[in-house]
């Protein structure tokens, strides 16, 4: 069986045919990082996995540390402009580095929301001042970033939200009142990309603007939110009359709704990290359940091989979009499909696990049975919100339906 962590992917285009093999310069990047991470790892390359601390605060020490040393070598923000500390190279150069870190069981990186989310949102949206401003400490995780889109009674409709940023013309900017949730890492944020109503009496999408805010000053109370796992990097935020200035409105006024797309664009879209994490997960089920003796069980073998077909099937995907990216085009819904798909295969991947674990499936044990780390129930339980981080599912099939399809809207039909 080819082992999915292993396969590489090179896109080039003939004729508008997309050509799987890749370029002797995509062999050469994917080499140069490869080399990088096996002498800069914090362990021994592709063994093993980043140590999962007991507390929160060491943890994100511990990954802001490894983003700075990622960073000096040239391997965060790699899309960027090398003015702004990038590689100014382009989608698939920064897919075979995702795919890299992956495998090689690299740790996460503190500042992801800053690097993967208001990073292209300011080269997109941002003035000259403000990427110059914040692009260079989001790279080396200088300054962390949050993400203030969802609100309890809003959730993935965004259109639907009602934190007030509310005029204050004495000061030049704005004072902050509403709450957001399920916030990651607000507690250790220095900076949020705040979505907020600046006209309420406009249509709901379009009396919206994106501002960047400062955590750490009075007027925000921030409080984590005990997960099922037991761990704490969500967050719901209070805000009480923060104040945003002028200067750190993010696009136009009023027109948050387009930039928060933008930003949603590149959440959505393709997901190399957990395509590889995947695989590997796959990889390592197939041995534990050969170690076991579960792979003979005929119900299992079947499970298992429609795991190995979606996690095959989640690769030909990001290969798809990322072809259409590479070649100029814009992604458009289609991500949404790609976030559907992959969280429902997870889902069902991890079920599978559970089933080959078996009889300590509902213990923080580990496979065998004994006292352990628990890492595939933990796994477990942490999957089980891919369908609802970055947008729910329902959401996304709205979304796929509507766009995609374009089957009648769901107000026509009422």
Request: proline share 5%; net charge negative; with cysteine.
């Amino acid at each position: 069986m080819t082992r999915l962590s292993e396969t590489s992917s090179g896109l080039a285009y003939h004729g508008g045919r997309m050509d799987l093999s890749p370029t002797p310069e995509q062999e050469a990047l994917r080499a140069e990082c490869r080399d990088w991470l096996r002498a800069n790892l914090p362990w021994e390359y592709g063994q093993g996995f980043p140590p999962r601390l007991s507390d929160l605060a060491e943890e994100v020490a511990f990954l802001r540390s490894w983003q700075r040393t990622l960073a000096g070598g040239g391997w965060v923000g790699v899309t960027w402009p090398a003015d702004y500390g990038g590689r100014g190279a382009g989608a698939l150069d920064h897919y075979i580095v995702q795919e890299e870190l992956a495998r090689a069981r690299a740790p996460e990186l503190a500042g992801r929301i800053g690097i993967n989310l208001v990073g292209p949102t300011l080269l997109t949206h941002g003035t000259d001042d403000q990427k110059t401003r914040w692009l260079p400490n989001i790279l080396d995780a200088t300054e962390l970033w949050c993400q203030l889109f969802s609100e309890p009674d809003a959730g993935s409709d965004l259109a639907s939200l009602t934190t007030r940023a509310i005029r204050d013309e004495a000061k030049g900017g704005w004072r902050i009142e509403g709450q957001k949730v399920w916030t990651s890492y607000a507690q250790f944020a220095d900076w949020g990309l705040l979505l907020a109503r600046t006209d309420p009496r406009a249509p709901k999408r379009k009396g919206i603007s994106a501002l960047a805010i400062d955590m750490h000053q009075a007027g925000i109370d921030v409080r984590p939110l005990r997960q099922i796992t037991d761990e704490h990097d969500f967050n719901e935020v209070f805000f009480d009359g923060a104040f945003v200035p002028d200067d750190q409105l993010i696009g136009p006024l009023d027109g948050g709704w387009t930039v928060s797309s933008s930003t949603l664009t590149h959440e959505r879209g393709t997901n190399p990290r957990q395509l590889v994490i995947h695989a590997q997960l796959l990889e390592e089920l197939l041995r534990l359940a050969l170690e076991q003796g579960s792979y003979d069980d005929h119900r299992l073998q079947q499970q298992l091989a429609e795991a190995y077909v979606e996690v095959r099937l989640f690769q030909l995907h990001n290969w798809r979009s990322l072809s259409k990216i590479e070649s100029g085009q814009p992604l458009g819904p289609e991500g949404s499909a790609l976030k559907l798909y992959w969280s429902e295969m997870s889902k069902r991947l991890h079920d599978t696990a559970l089933a080959v674990v078996g009889d300590a499936s509902p213990l923080w044990w580990d496979a065998t049975g004994n006292p352990g780390n628990g890492r595939w129930q933990r796994s477990w339980l942490y999957y089980q919100a891919a369908s609802v981080f970055a947008g729910t599912n329902e959401i996304q099939r709205t979304i796929v339906g509507e766009r995609v399809l374009g089957l009648p809207r769901e107000s026509q039909l009422r």
